[in-house]
């Protein structure tokens, strides 16, 4: 028989799967889809957690009526107002006029301007509660965990924590809901390039709410993202951990070599430094060429692996203009703590590296090695250079071990 899946009875998942969207943000490709997470809290008052992207609120709303069968919808608390979540909330407001929106003071500039509303809002600040019945919504402030008007709502009752995009990953629900039921690894790596790409300049922002979170302790049985499973006991932990991780720019030992070439030489010395690497003992070496490997794929390395190497030949006087658009991915999500090494190339002169420094500057990351330049095609003592950068990043990593 078909059913609505319940989180605990009475708290109804009614999130959509989006198989169709190539890339999130019109950016960010989804190789295994992404899901919109939207909860319906039914108690004394009915309750609804978010809404979906507007493409599936068809289906959204079909769910919904199942489930109440003509009842009026009392709330809607917008966690989050990035239209992959306020998307309905136009249709939402057409269906139920009387509908109350709880919401902060930024969510409401920002329902204003999407939606045009105004009226019938309910403002909470950080600590405030309301009551629905048996239930209770606590409000969490987490600005900044991906936009100013973030919060999270906590169900005392059930003990659900809604999350907003926290602990969010890429990934349809392919018929499980709760992490305890499925096979949760196929997520760890749609969560490190969901976090990578879409929460992760706001590392400093995590760990503020996490602090909150650990100062003022709640009991956590369901954890209610919006995109991705709901997080139990099972595997919460293991999802905090990699947002922790991610958040204090944490990397394990290994080396992510990134470059461009457009006819191979620069490609030759990507190898070689990576072979020093590996020969020296580093198990985690991986090479990204910038024209084959998504950035988002990137991005997720970077995060992951402690030392950098960045190498790309030079172009109209120039850097090879991938190059630059990678440094700037990982600037503006401010990644800390890394090594950098360099290497670059060139036909009559070499400005790739000078570039690559320029850019790479403001990051601050220890520079390890010197830059290995080559001009045209690889000789035996540039390939010599190579491969001692290689063992140099190699022994650094190893050194860290103590
Ligand atoms: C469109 C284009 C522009 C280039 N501009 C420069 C340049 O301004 N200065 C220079 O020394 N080499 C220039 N080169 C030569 C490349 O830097 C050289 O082919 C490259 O470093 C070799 O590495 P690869 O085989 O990995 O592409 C240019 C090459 C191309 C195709
Ligand atoms: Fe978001
Ligand atoms: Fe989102």
Same mark, same amino acid.
Not at 142 to 167: C, G, I, N, R
């Given at each position: 028989?078909?059913?609505?899946?319940?989180?605990?009875?009475?708290?109804?998942?009614?999130?959509?799967?989006?198989?169709?969207?190539?890339?999130?943000?019109?950016?960010?490709?989804?190789?295994?889809?992404?899901?919109?997470?939207?909860?319906?809290?039914?108690?004394?008052k009915?309750?609804?957690?978010?809404?979906?992207?507007?493409?599936?609120?068809?289906?959204?709303?079909?769910?919904?009526?199942?489930?109440?069968?003509?009842?009026?919808?009392?709330?809607?608390?917008?966690?989050?107002?990035?239209?992959?979540?306020?998307?309905?909330?136009?249709?939402? @407001?057409?269906?139920?006029?009387?509908?109350?929106?709880?919401?902060?003071? @930024?969510?409401?500039?920002?329902?204003?301007?999407?939606h045009?509303i105004?009226?019938?809002?309910?403002?909470?600040?950080?600590?405030?509660?309301?009551?629905?019945?048996?239930?209770?919504?606590?409000?969490? %402030?987490?600005?900044?965990?991906?936009?100013?008007?973030? %919060?999270?709502?906590?169900?005392?009752?059930?003990?659900?924590?809604?999350?907003?995009?926290?602990?969010?990953?890429?990934?349809?629900?392919?018929?499980?809901?709760?992490?305890?039921?499925?096979?949760?690894?196929?997520?760890?790596?749609?969560?490190?390039?969901?976090?990578?790409?879409?929460?992760?300049?706001?590392?400093?922002?995590?760990?503020?709410?996490?602090?909150?979170?650990?100062?003022?302790?709640?009991?956590?049985?369901?954890?209610?993202?919006?995109?991705?499973?709901?997080?139990?006991?099972?595997?919460?932990?293991?999802?905090?951990?990699?947002?922790?991780?991610?958040?204090?720019?944490?990397?394990?030992?290994?080396?992510?070599?990134?470059?461009?070439?457009?006819?191979?030489?620069?490609?030759?010395?990507?190898?070689?430094?990576?072979?020093?690497?590996?020969?020296?003992?580093?198990?985690?070496?991986v090479?990204?060429?910038?024209?084959?490997?998504?950035p988002?794929?990137?991005?997720?390395?970077?995060?992951?692996?402690?030392?950098?190497?960045?190498?790309?030949?030079?172009?109209?006087?120039?850097?090879?203009?991938?190059m630059?658009?990678i440094i700037?991915?990982?600037?503006?999500?401010?990644?800390?703590?890394?090594?950098?090494?360099?290497?670059?190339?060139?036909?009559?002169?070499?400005q790739?590296?000078? @570039?690559?420094?320029?850019?790479?500057? @403001?990051?601050?990351?220890?520079?390890?090695?010197?830059?290995?330049?080559?001009?045209?095609?690889?000789?035996?003592?540039?390939?010599?250079?190579?491969?001692?950068?290689?063992?140099?990043?190699?022994?650094?990593?190893?050194?860290?071990?103590?």
């Amino acid at each position: 028989m078909f059913e609505i899946p319940q989180i605990t009875e009475g708290i109804y998942y009614v999130g959509v799967n989006d198989r169709a969207k190539a890339k999130f943000e019109n950016v960010w490709p989804l190789y295994k889809g992404v899901s919109y997470n939207s909860y319906l809290i039914v108690d004394e008052k009915v309750v609804l957690i978010d809404t979906v992207d507007v493409c599936y609120s068809d289906i959204f709303f079909y769910k919904i009526d199942l489930i109440l069968k003509g009842r009026p919808i009392d709330y809607l608390v917008v966690d989050h107002m990035e239209p992959d979540h306020s998307g309905s909330i136009g249709l939402l @407001k057409q269906k139920y006029p009387d509908i109350k929106i709880i919401g902060n003071k @930024k969510t409401f500039n920002m329902l204003n301007g999407y939606h045009g509303i105004t009226e019938n809002l309910v403002e909470v600040e950080e600590g405030m509660s309301i009551k629905i019945g048996k239930r209770e919504l606590s409000f969490i %402030m987490a600005p900044m965990v991906h936009w100013p008007e973030v %919060m999270f709502t906590y169900e005392q009752h059930d003990k659900v924590l809604f999350s907003a995009d926290a602990f969010g990953t890429f990934g349809a629900l392919d018929g499980h809901i709760l992490d305890k039921d499925m096979d949760i690894d196929k997520y760890w790596y749609e969560m490190e390039r969901y976090y990578a790409c879409i929460v992760g300049k706001f590392g400093p922002f995590v760990q503020k709410v996490f602090k909150k979170l650990q100062d003022n302790p709640i009991e956590i049985d369901y954890v209610c993202s919006t995109h991705g499973p709901v997080w139990t006991k099972a595997h919460f932990s293991e999802a905090m951990a990699v947002y922790d991780r991610l958040s204090k720019y944490e990397a394990y030992e290994g080396a992510c070599i990134i470059f461009g070439s457009m006819y191979g030489h620069t490609e030759i010395l990507a190898d070689t430094i990576a072979q020093a690497i590996a020969k020296k003992g580093i198990k985690n070496v991986v090479v990204h060429s910038l024209t084959s490997s998504d950035p988002s794929d990137i991005l997720r390395d970077v995060f992951r692996y402690k030392a950098i190497v960045l190498g790309a030949p030079t172009y109209c006087n120039n850097l090879f203009s991938p190059m630059e658009h990678i440094i700037h991915l990982i600037e503006l999500r401010e990644v800390k703590n890394r090594y950098l090494s360099l290497f670059g190339s060139c036909t009559w002169a070499i400005q790739s590296i000078k @570039k690559m420094t320029a850019l790479t500057e @403001k990051l601050a990351w220890e520079k390890i090695g010197e830059p290995v330049e080559m001009k045209m095609a690889p000789t035996p003592e540039v390939l010599n250079k190579a491969a001692e950068l290689g063992e140099q990043i190699a022994q650094k990593l190893i050194e860290d071990r103590k």
